[in-house]
Structure formats: structure tokens, C-alpha cells
T-cell receptor
């Protein structure tokens, strides 16, 4: 069974803290993504990686960075957490060069910044 | 600029009837479209997809229709069941870009 696993289901962090969200996939997918989901805004892409050490900005990269040192792992970093980063964060992965390839999602991390 | 739009935030349908969820897009480069279903506190799961060379794709109770000239797609669920109650997202991509662009979602409630 395919799996995308996010390290935490729920996190509460303080304003200004550095926050790491981890994601691991076991499907040997080349592509990995970080989205955030907010009411009325749907899923918005933060960052995308198509290979180890490669990354591309998505639609809302400000305040975030990412790291992909191994193919199976993609980390999202909030350099200095702020209250407007309170959200549901979703990691996904997919095969590369397969048009229309479905993305598989993790269970999500509900982050609250206080 | 929202390139994929779902104009109905919510929809209620009687069990056994047809549910129709709509999605519009503005980017004419999109050539693959997908529907995802999401339950609370879970990640989205893939439901059905369609490429721009087709105008219909069916999988059991789920059918997706694509109208390229109108830049519109719809998801039909028939018959609707209580387990179909969830948020549905449409998503789109183009051949040269492997990112999925998602709509804002429609919350479907099936009334027993």
C-alpha cells in the first residue's frame, strides 16, 4: 500500500519559533510537494521538488523554505513562525514525467502558531 | 489569480440522487484534470481523472465530464451515498508542468 507519512498530526508552536515539518514517501516518487489548506482558499502550493536537492517555489513560498537531501524525504521549514501560518499542511508525492499522474497525500499536519 | 474555481462552497443532496459538482478553469494550457475527495483530518485521496483528449471518463458511480470550449468540468456521483459526504477538490495540470493547481473545494453533504 502506497504511503506518504507526515511526522506529526498536530503541532502547537510559539510565534518566532523555527518549525520543521517532515514528510516521507515509500513509493520512489521523484516529485514531492508541500501544500497548505485554508477554508475558502483550497490547497495552495508552497514548494515543489522534482529531484534530490532541487526545489521550485509554488504560489505562496514567503516565510517558508524546504530541504530535500534524500529522495524519500521532503522537509518544510518555517524560519520564524507567525500566527498567519496557522493552517493544515499537506505533503504529497507523484511520479515524474507522467502527465496527469495523481499525487498521493499524507494525512496532514494541523499547525497552530500562538 | 485563481486559475481553478469551484463556485459552490457547499452542496446538499438526498441519498440515492445524483450529485453534480462543478469546476471552471481559466488556463487554456491545462490538459489533465483530477478530482480528489477529502475527509476531515485526513489527506485528499484521488478519485478520478480525465485528459483533454477526452470529454468523459467513468469509474463506477463516478463520471467526469470535460467541456474544453467552456473550460468547465463536472463530477457526477450517482447514486449518492452517505459515505460520499466530504470536501471535493478539482485539480489541473499541464504537460510541461507537473504541479497540480487545486480549486477551493466543495463540501458535499448527502442527506439520508
Amino acid at each position: 500500500d502506497v504511503k506518504v507519512t507526515q511526522s506529526s498530526r498536530y503541532l502547537v508552536k510559539r510565534t518566532g519559533e523555527k518549525v520543521f515539518l517532515e514528510c516521507v514517501q515509500d513509493m520512489d516518487h521523484e516529485n514531492m510537494f508541500w501544500y497548505r489548506q485554508d477554508p475558502g482558499l483550497g490547497l495552495r502550493l508552497i514548494y515543489f521538488s522534482y529531484d534530490v536537492k532541487m526545489k521550485e517555489k509554488g504560489d505562496i513560498p514567503e516565510g517558508y523554505s524546504v530541504s530535500r537531501e534524500k529522495k524519500e524525504r521532503f522537509s518544510l521549514i518555517l524560519e520564524s513562525a507567525s500566527t498567519n501560518q496557522t493552517s493544515m499542511y499537506l505533503c504529497a508525492s507523484s511520479f515524474a514525467k507522467q502527465p496527469g499522474s495523481e499525487a498521493f497525500f499524507g494525512q496532514g499536519t494541523r499547525l497552530t502558531v500562538v | 489569480d485563481q486559475q481553478v474555481k469551484q463556485n459552490s462552497p457547499s452542496l446538499s443532496v438526498q441519498e440515492g440522487r445524483i450529485s453534480i459538482l462543478n469546476c471552471d478553469y481559466t488556463n487554456s494550457m491545462f490538459d489533465y484534470f483530477l478530482w480528489y475527495k477529502k475527509y476531515p483530518a485526513e489527506g485528499p485521496t484521488f478519485l478520478i481523472s480525465i485528459s483533454s483528449i477526452k470529454d468523459k471518463n467513468e469509474d463506477g458511480r463516478f463520471t467526469v465530464f470535460l467541456n474544453k470550449s467552456a473550460k468547465h468540468l463536472s463530477l457526477h456521483i450517482v447514486p449518492s451515498q452517505p459515505g460520499d459526504s466530504a470536501v471535493y477538490f478539482c485539480a489541473a495540470s499541464d504537460f510541461g508542468n507537473e504541479k497540480l493547481t487545486f480549486g477551493t473545494g466543495t463540501r458535499l453533504t448527502i442527506i439520508p
